[in-house]
């Protein structure tokens, strides 16, 4: 039976709940193929709703992004409203803050309605790498302000160094209404509450055909789901079940190390108000401390394909270079993983035939959207389709490349190191 790849997430889950693989041939209303946060969260809103629901999961639940991610509830899309705007009018923009400030109510309401012990905090700083980047903070301040957000604040250099163990930024934007949780508990807790109302969750079930017509069915190695509907939620291990959404999404590999549990005045000199932290750059570093006082530090993302063979020696100088004060920290674990971007940096969502639904590519803004994208379809099949429609409409052009998409892609990327360090 799968596993969870080593990692201090895995190493601090608390349930080891198993779920049995698919055997035979069953029948459901929905058959939901992934058992991450965008999969789980569908299948519990639509069995909550009376809806049959299956779950394939070709690993376990909560295998994927959804259980090594940083772990950080980000607020709004990988894009500005302005550009937002552009795509789906005002009015389409105000229905996805809408969907955005939603996104995290759902985390906080889930976390206490099924009683998730998952480290849930709040706070948040997006801090400045350059001087120039401090118009960039003003104007998402601004923006933010606009569509109703005010619980932010702009810090310059010296009230940042106030909160943050380090001095290589130039200010920071502060915002109450996002933070940072653990994000596999977060995902077994969803798990057992799908469980809970009724979901069937297969593990080690992976999907091997997904024939799409008016009555779909889903097949394993083992057995067939037959269901009125669809949903795929595999995001960055979708692979190419569905062909013509395989080149409209992109694997992206994200890495995490975690130093040794921290004292208490340690851990504050560093991060006084447990805040999680991104940066500016195009590129981001990440990084938080977990329940117990550790620095999680996450970023250097690969478009390569490959994951480098000592992650500690690959991430150790990232984290050093923003607290060098770290550089007697044993670092206890590293892992890594896949996240999905798109071309346009939009997530992805849709349906085709109108009975199978998608979505995925949330580029590095998944803990909160890919749970709401859950819900929107969950209304979407249960009838009510607006909010699901105004992102659905947002046209995502293709990777160039085809076969050789990915070392494009890496060559591209190279491009926004250079102008990470130029700007």
Sequence with gaps: MSDFPASYYAATANDDARHPHLVGDISADVCVVGGGYTGISAALHLAERGYDVVLLEEMRAGWGASGRNGGQICTAFNKSMAHIEGLVGKEGAQICWQIERESKDLIRDRVQQHKIDCDLKWGYLHTAVKPSHMSGINETRDEWARYGYEDTAVLDKSALQERLGTGIYHGALWEGNAGHLHPLNYALGLARAAAEAGVRIFEDSRVIKLEAGTNPVVSTAHGTVKARFVVTAGNAYLGKLVPSLYHRVMPVG???????????????????????????????????????????????????????KDLFSYMRPRMLKVFPQLADAKLEYAWGGNIAITLDRMPHMGSIGGNVFFAHGYCGHGVALSGMSGKLIA?????????????????????????????????????????????
């Excluded at 130093?259 to 990084?287: H, M």
């Excluded at 909010?387 to 052009?397: E, G, M, N, P, S």
């Design 254 to 308: 994200s890495f995490i190390v975690a130093t040794e549990p921290l004292s208490g005045e340690r851990a504050r000199s560093l991060i006084r108000d447990n805040d999680a932290i991104s940066d500016t750059n195009f590129i981001v570093d990440y990084y938080r401390l977990s329940a117990d006082r550790r620095m999680l530090f996450g970023g250097r993302a690969n478009y390569s394909g490959y994951e480098p």
């Design 379 to 423: 209304d979407a099949i249960a009838g009510t389709a607006e909010r699901f429609d105004v992102l659905a409409r947002i046209k995502h052009q293709p990777f160039p490349g085809g076969p050789i998409r990915t070392p494009m892609l890496a060559l591209g990327m190279l491009y926004y190191r250079i102008r990470d360090i130029l700007s």
